[in-house]
């Protein structure tokens, strides 16, 4: 009964928006609570129909590392879900939910239901990798400027799960080729901060130079008049 109600009000509505309120949650008492802890690209996105006849979107995740029980086909692929989406004429909005880009670097805290890897309490369990000069840093979806629930160094994220977790991650085997694209990948990242650090003082210098010319120009002036003033008054004598 419970599954004929829910597909009917899913397919007599076309849009059908759920309301959710957030409350702050730790890093360290989310890693606790979550079963499965994974740190991946994001390779795609994809709406569907749940057994129950709900919308969901599953994301697929190219893992780095990651802690917890998983099956061995999960190791190279990682299926993660989370409610809502939008299907065709249909959608499901749930307010919340944790948004993903194909590309993007993230952090994901998970739960097992039915079977299934579902993102734990919506966006505050996606977090995304950006990077700090040379420091990759978590940053939380929903309450990205909560120290205690955001901005994280990712190592010290390791080091504070392994610890929480008692265990270690498990890490992707990566081929020869993968390896060199990331090391390519690196290079080119850290070859376009040297120069954006290059062009950033360059600038600064530019304007320096500026600064202390207009001021010598000020200071020439003053000395012009200074002098103008002395040579009228002996004229005058």
């Known amino acids: 009964m419970r599954n004929l109600i829910i597909n009917l009000v899913i397919f007599m509505v076309p849009t059908l928006a759920i309301g959710t309120t957030f409350s702050p949650i730790s890093i360290k008492k989310q890693i ?3 079963e499965i802890i994974i740190e991946a690209e994001v390779l795609s996105t994809e709406a569907m ?8 979107t599953k994301v697929t995740l190219l893992p780095d590392k990651w802690i917890g029980e998983v099956s061995p086909d999960s190791e190279n692929i990682f299926e993660v879900y ?13 307010e919340g939910t944790p948004q ?8 994901v805290m998970t739960k097992m239901v039915d079977e299934k890897i579902y993102v734990r309490n919506l966006g505050l369990g996606k977090f995304s990798v ?13 309450f990205p400027n909560i120290p205690n629930v955001s901005q994280m160094k990712l190592s010290r994220f390791y080091d504070l799960t392994e610890w929480v977790k008692k265990g270690e991650f498990k ?6 080729y993968e390896l060199n694209q990331e ?38 002036g003053i ?12 004229n005058e004598k």
Do not use: C, M
């Open 32 to 34: 606790h609570e979550s």
């Open 49 to 56: 129909r749940d057994e129950d006849g709900l919308i969901v």
């Open 82 to 94: 989370y409610p809502g989406g939008i299907l065709g004429d249909s959608a499901l909005n749930v």
């Open 100 to 107: 993903f880009e194909v590309g993007e670097h993230v952090v």
């Open 130 to 142: 950006k990077k700090f000069g040379t420091k990759d840093i978590i940053v939380n979806q929903i």
């Open 171 to 176: 890490t992707r085997f990566k081929d020869k």
């Open 183 to 220: 090391k390519q990948s690196k290079s080119v990242r850290t070859r376009s901060e040297t120069q954006s650090r290059a062009i950033a003082s360059a600038k600064e210098q530019v304007r320096a130079n500026r600064f202390s010319t207009y001021w010598l120009i000020i200071i020439l």
């Open 223 to 234: 000395i012009s008049f200074i002098g103008f003033i002395i040579r009228k008054r002996n």
